[in-house]
């Protein structure tokens, strides 16, 4: 199969542009999009046999489900058998935006959309051409990012030629996208609400939102769920976000005395710091502020796998709050250093 590019404006899409995807999507095709997060993988939702092709292209388990992403609240609530209170003031608040809400599903959801689980996942995206695709449509779209399993998430069209090439029909490239983060994704089906993948929408904006409604739990044993049981969430095990690069995790900057550099090394440094002396052919990024560095990190990682360094090395951002994303994602793409 051959992989078409069309370039696309960010704001203003051309009306031929989404016609031309959305008629890839109309005969089951996949089209990779930007959200505001990362770029996603689509197919039609309501097509057992368009979904399957995400699951082959990306090499995906079946058992991992996929997030459904729809026009706004009403065609949401199509698709859910239930819409809570708090999934009103949720949505209302944050919705379009990076906040994905798991939800008892309706009939009108397949099975393979959701691994066999009686929930599906929703949001709403962000930008012009994710939510003018959705429109021209005029049916809910299936996006995991797009990427390989396994692999990192894709920021930039490049990223996803370069992983998923000669296995999807189309992609739409509208340049970077804007957080270069997952979107939080928020399980509304039991009590406490709890958050399975930490994101750009935060526990404590979430529970602000709520005013007290319901209480937000967001502990990684409540993700992982009782021994023997299916997690919570599938995405959220780890070895994922990976590079393909071997990255190792320490978490001061003096640990790096415990380093014996290889010949190509990448150091990636989160969060303020002053730096030792290092090596010379050193390919070294500073990352001091969380937003910069939320919507960069990827980037960088695809960066160094694309120049084949042997190793990156990674401090750690302090334990606070506005790095908690970050932390997430560091601690499922590098082992920490021994000793
Ligand atoms: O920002 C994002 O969420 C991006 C863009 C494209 O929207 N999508 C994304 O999709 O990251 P994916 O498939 O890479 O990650 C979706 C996560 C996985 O961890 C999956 O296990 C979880 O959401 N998920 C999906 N449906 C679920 C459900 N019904 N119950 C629990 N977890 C679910
Ligand atoms: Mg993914």
Redesign the pocket.
């Known amino acids: 199969m051959k992989t078409r590019v069309i370039q696309v404006d960010p704001q203003q899409p051309s009306a031929s542009a989404l016609a031309d995807a959305a008629d890839v999507l109309s005969r089951r095709g996949l089209v990779a999009f930007a959200?505001e997060?990362?770029?996603?993988l689509g197919a039609l939702a309501t097509d057992p046999a368009a979904v399957d092709r995400i699951y082959h292209a990306k090499g995906r388990p079946p058992f991992?489900?996929?997030?459904v992403?729809v026009e706004g609240i009403t065609q949401a609530r199509q698709f859910t058998a239930v819409w809570p209170k708090a999934a009103d003031r949720l949505a209302g608040t944050f919705w379009p935006g990076?906040l994905?809400l798991?939800l008892n599903r309706s009939s009108l959801i397949p099975d393979i959309v959701?691994g066999g689980?009686e929930?599906?996942?929703l949001?709403v995206?962000l930008p012009p051409v994710a939510r003018g695709l959705i429109e021209r449509v005029g049916q809910p779209l299936a996006?995991?990012?797009a990427n390989r399993s396994n692999r990192l998430?894709p920021t930039r069209a490049e990223h996803v030629l370069s992983d998923l090439d000669g296995r999807i029909d189309l992609i739409l490239d509208s340049g970077p996208t804007s957080f270069g983060l997952?979107?939080t994704?928020l399980?509304l089906t039991g009590s406490p609400l709890r958050i399975?993948?930490p994101g750009p929408i935060g526990p404590e904006e979430i529970a602000q939102c709520l005013g007290g409604l319901d209480q937000v739990a967001s502990t990684r044993e409540d993700v992982a769920g009782p021994p023997g049981e299916l997690p919570?969430?599938?995405?959220?095990l780890n070895v994922h976000y990976a590079p393909r690069t071997p990255a190792l995790r320490v978490d001061a900057i003096e640990d790096l005395a415990k380093i014996s550099w290889p010949e190509k090394p990448a150091l990636l440094v989160l969060g303020p710091a002053a730096l030792p002396d290092l090596p010379d052919a050193l390919h070294l990024v500073e990352l001091p502020e969380p937003e910069a560095a939320g919507q960069r990190l990827y980037s960088i990682l695809h960066e160094c796998d694309a120049l084949y360094l042997d190793v990156i090395i990674i401090v750690m951002p302090p334990d606070q709050p506005e790095w908690r994303t970050i932390r997430d994602r560091l601690v499922r793409a590098a082992r920490p250093v021994a000793g």
């Open positions: 959200t997060t990362v770029y996603g991992n489900p996929l997030i992403h990076p994905t798991v959701t689980r929930t599906v996942a949001r995206p996006a995991p990012s998430s997952e979107s994704v399980d399975l993948r919570a969430s599938p995405g959220m």
